[in-house]
Structures are given as structure tokens and as C-alpha cells.
């Protein structure tokens, strides 16, 4: 956009006079406004110039003071005024303002009419916005045909940096570096792009949402170096960060939208690069949600099929499972998230493996850890640490709230499918105890929760056979005969361990024993009689108070 100074290039504006705000002649101007009305503000768009022979202020000059202060935060470009029509001269008070704003007020000669003078810095300013239009179709239809045959991310970028003729970043969603000009190959650039990095990762939402910045130059103690960012759209809920240092040092023709059409052309690059992915990740889903649903049965198969996903074999085998909180997404949005969350994985699990596998089933994301096998039970912790890590940097960046179920290591590769099942157990009870943000890691289920899964119906009868009419003790004596019968078994059938636990004679043991063999009608000392018997005993809570 062309400044105010730019216009003493115009014939008309040759013998004009500045009269105050020098300052301010750096300002932007777009437009040209002919008004001779007070309320011109209500009419006036952005970085106009103001083109008046002040007739409306004939009897009161410094009235002029308050249509300063009212088109200065439009903000307004200046006002070029014809004195000697009806005002003679600005009052000193009316000057004054305007240098203390730094507000342009310029004189035009007597000997001009304000319809030559609009016309002619119109043409000027139109004229510079036709080239500019024009340099941004250029621009585009290059890139097009940069992207059409096939050129990557980093040579548009680099491309993009040439024509532009200063440096540039590309920032993933998350403030990752994605791509860079050649600038930053210099030591004193990196440093510059480990700062931008830094500042963008720690506060993404706050700089998503500014178009222009000011930082610190870390090269350079108390300067600032300027940036401009334009965000780039793709399939992701969140834009990529195009950033353009010092936009204010761009040569002539490039304009903001010269550099939107670039942008624009990057975006579809992104998009096609996500379609690939997209692509890969839809064949690595289907491979990995039929493993887990037990579909591949054959090692073999599985270690084949799983070569070209990253699966490897004679490791140690976790599955997580990760599921958002509260709302329901469906698996289109998932996989808008999908590239989103697994950078924050990868990086939280890079000190465990750097062989983990992401996966989706049911919109709901699968880590599959691998890690080398025997992996000692510290794992357990570390695992822990890291998807608390995760799931930290999840809400404080994206405000996603996520739990996790994690299944039980395994060493076979063929028990991946019980690891997942376990993970989703997990995840399925952390829910119903924790309802958010939690991470459950699998127990394996007790005897007791075993027996608990089978008809109570049957349960009983079985309970009732075995134990026969001490099933439920009428009295102390049969009380009695139950309890030394359990601490019997449970101390492998030793009499004297048995006697000294009960704090009774051996001789009572035996006698107990014996009377309990008598009313059951069997031996307690054959194994399956015992392996009956224990069971039944630990089904008696269930059967007594």
C-alpha cells in the first residue's frame, strides 16, 4: 500500500505543503475522500485521505481539533485542505494536535479544484493497486504450476522467500518448524528460529490469533524484529502459522495479497500431503483394528502384514487406548485431530520407543508401544509420566480433555489382541470410577471376580454339592469344622502348621478333618476333590453373612 509521501510524486501534490504532522507521512493511505460534511467519520473508510476546502468549519476553524481526534483512530491517512475558500489559516491549537498525533495536514494550491486533486491521487493509488493485482496472479499462477508439477513444501517456501526477498517460516499447528527459507541457515537465523519456536509452541493460542507481532531479537539486546502472519488452512482443526519477517521492508509489487495467493497454493500442498497420509494411515487402521479383533490368526500373517506398518517382532507389546472426554466425535473429526495428537505422542513417548505405532478404532485413538522384551516393571512408571505429559500438553494447548485404559505387556506379538482388549476393559472401568482425564491401567481379574462372571444359579449348586450341609452351618461345632477345614487346605494339608494357626491340639485337627470327610462322603485329599472343595470355600461369602 502506498504512504502519504508517495503522493508528492503526483503532479498535484508537487507544490503541496505539509503544514504539520511530518511524522505521519509514513502513514498507509488507500483511498481519497472529497467531504465538506462534519460527520465525515460515519462515511470514511480505513487509511482514507480527506480532501476538503473545510467549509464546514468556515465559523468555527478550531472545531477542527475534534474531527483530528475523531478520524485519527479510524485511523485516517491526513487531511489536505484548500485554505484561503473559506478558511484562511489552521489556528496554531489545530496544528499543534496534529503534530502531537502525528496527523498529516497538508495544503493544496489555490489554483487546484478537489476534483483534479482526487482524480489524479486516485489514478495514482489505483494504478498501484491494478500492478499489485496483478503481481498477485502472477504470483499464483506460478505457484500453481510450482505445486501442479509437483514441487515440494521447503522449494515453494524458498521460492516464496526469493520473491519476497526476505526470511520465512512455516509453523505446524502446533509451533513445530515445518518448513524454512534459506536465511536460517546462518547461526545468527537459527537463533532467531529457536526464539520464534519457543514463543509460538508456549502461547499457540495467543499467536494464532495476531496478525502482526513485535519480538525480541535475540541477537540483539533491546531491538524487536517485526513479523506477519498469515494463516494457512488445511483438513486440521487448527491452521498452519505462514510468517514473513520484517513486512514492512517488502519491495514493490509484493502486497499482502500477492503473498495470500502464495499462501493459498501452499495450503492445497498441505492438503495433498495430508490426502497421502490420509491414504497410508486408512490402510494402517484396517491392518491393525483386524489384528486387535482377533481377524489374523497366524503369526506369520501378522508379522508380514505388520512389516509394513512398523510392527516388529520378539518385542514387548502394550496397547493403549486414548478417548476424549465428554463429547462424542465422530471419526471424521478424529481424523482431522489425528495428525494433531500424534506429534504430541511421539514426542511423549520418545524416551520409552521410538518404534510406537498410532492407530484409530471405534474414534477412539491406539498406541501400541513397543519396547525391547523383558522390559522390567519400571516401564509401568514411565509409561505413566509420559501419557500424563501428554495429556497435560493436550488440554493446555487445545483445551481436549483425554483418558487412557492401558492393557498388560505381552511378548508375543500374537498377544497384541488381548493387550487391546484389556486396554479397552481398562479404560471402560476408569470411566465408571473417574468419569475424566484419567489414566486406568489394567488388573488381571481374581479368582473371586471370576466366579462372580458365571450364573449365580449354577454358582449355588455347585457351592451346595461340594460342601453338602456345611454349606451353611447351623452351629459353633459345624463353624468350627469349616474353619479348620479352609485353613487346613490353605496350609497345604499340614496338621502341625494347621494346629498351630487355630491354636488347637494336633489330635483336633485330625478329629475335625476326619469329621468333615465324613459329612462331605469324600476324601479332601484327592486333587480334583480338592481343587472342588477350595473352589467352593471361596465362593462361601457370597453364600453366608
Known amino acids: 500500500m502506498k504512504k502519504v509521501e508517495d503522493l508528492f510524486f503526483v503532479d498535484v501534490f508537487q507544490e503541496a505543503t505539509v503544514l504539520a504532522g511530518h511524522v ?95 482524480h489524479q491521487l486516485l489514478s495514482f493509488i489505483w494504478d498501484n493497486q491494478i500492478e499489485e493485482l496483478f503481481y498477485a496472479i502472477h504470483i499464483h499462477k506460478k505457484f500453481t504450476n510450482m505445486m501442479i508439477k509437483g514441487y515440494k513444501l521447503q522449494t515453494l517456501i524458498e521460492n516464496l522467500s526469493s520473491l519476497l526477498k526476505c526470511p520465512i517460516l512455516l509453523l505446524d499447528p502446533i509451533g513445530d518448524v515445518t518448513s524454512f527459507s534459506n536465511h536460517f541457515q546462518k547461526s545468527t537465523m537459527q537463533t532467531v528460529m529457536t526464539k520464534v519456536e519457543g514463543l509460538f509452541k508456549n502461547n499457540m493460542d495467543s499467536y494464532r490469533e495476531n496478525d502482526t507481532l513485535l519480538i525480541p531479537n535475540p541477537n540483539a539486546e533491546g531491538t524487536d524484529i517485526s513479523i506477519r502472519i498469515f494463516k494457512v488452512k488445511t ?99 478424529m481424523n482431522k485431530l ?47 509420566e509420559r501419557l500424563e505429559e501428554f495429556q497435560q500438553n493436550i488440554y493446555a494447548n487445545l483445551k481436549i480433555p483425554l483418558s487412557f485404559g492401558v492393557g498388560s505387556l505381552y511378548n508375543d506379538v500374537t498377544a497384541i489382541p488381548s493387550s487391546y482388549t484389556e486396554a479397552v476393559e481398562a479404560w471402560t472401568k476408569g470411566a465408571e470410577i473417574f468419569q475424566h482425564q484419567f489414566i486406568n491401567f489394567y488388573e488381571p481379574k481374581q479368582l473371586i471376580e471370576l466366579i462372580r462372571l458365571i450364573p449365580e444359579e449354577n454358582l449355588a449348586k455347585f457351592y451346595e454339592n461340594n460342601l453338602r450341609s456345611l454349606a451353611y452351618p447351623k452351629n459353633k461345632d459345624e463353624e468350627d469344622l469349616v474353619n479348620t477345614l479352609l485353613v487346613y487346605l490353605d496350609n497345604n494339608c499340614e496338621i502341625a502348621m494347621t494346629s498351630r494357626k487355630l491354636y488347637v491340639h494336633r489330635n483336633t485337627v485330625k478329629y475335625r478333618i476326619a469329621k468333615c470327610e465324613d459329612i462331605l462322603g469324600y476324601s479332601i485329599h484327592d486333587s480334583q476333590n480338592s481343587l472342588h472343595l477350595r473352589t467352593a470355600l471361596l465362593m462361601r461369602t457370597m453364600f453366608t453373612k
Open 338 to 384: 489425528y495428525d494433531h495428537l500424534s506429534k504430541y505422542i511421539k514426542s511423549s513417548f520418545f524416551e520409552i520407543t521410538t518404534e510406537n505405532i498410532i492407530f484409530m478404532k471405534d474414534a477412539s485413538f491406539v498406541i501400541l508401544l513397543q519396547s525391547p522384551a523383558n522390559t522390567t516393571c519400571d516401564s509401568k512408571i514411565l509409561i505413566e
Open 24 to 118: 505521519g507521512l509514513k502513514r498507509d493511505v488507500g483511498a481519497i475522500e472529497i467531504s465538506e460534511t462534519p460527520d465525515v467519520i460515519h462515511f470514511l473508510a480505513e487509511n482514507s485521505l480527506v480532501v476538503t476546502t473545510g467549509y464546514a468549519f468556515k465559523d468555527d476553524p478550531l472545531a477542527l481539533c475534534n474531527l483530528i481526534s475523531e478520524i485519527n483512530e479510524r485511523p485516517c491517512a491526513g487531511i489536505a485542505i484548500k485554505l484561503k475558500r473559506f478558511i484562511d489559516t489552521i489556528p496554531q491549537p489545530v496544528l499543534d494536535l496534529a503534530n502531537e498525533l502525528d496527523f498529516p495536514i497538508i495544503q493544496i494550491p489555490e489554483s487546484l479544484t478537489l476534483g483534479t486533486v482526487a
Open 235 to 333: 483438513m486440521r482443526p487448527y491452521p498452519y502459522l505462514l510468517i514473513i519477517f520484517n513486512p514492512e521492508k517488502l519491495p514493490y509489487p509484493s502486497s499482502q495479497l500477492a503473498i495470500e495467493q502464495a499462501s493459498t497454493v501452499i495450503s492445497f500442498t498441505l492438503l495433498k500431503n495430508e490426502a497421502i497420509r490420509e491414504s497410508s494411515r486408512l490402510l494402517e487402521n484396517n491392518f491393525f483394528t483386524s489384528l486387535v479383533d482377533g481377524n489374523i490368526s497366524s503369526k506369520q500373517e501378522i508379522i508380514h502384514g505388520g512389516k509394513l506398518h512398523g510392527l516388529i517382532d520378539k518385542l514387548a507389546y502394550i496397547c493403549v487406548v486414548c478417548k476424549i472426554d465428554g463429547e462424542q466425535y465422530s471419526t471424521d473429526n
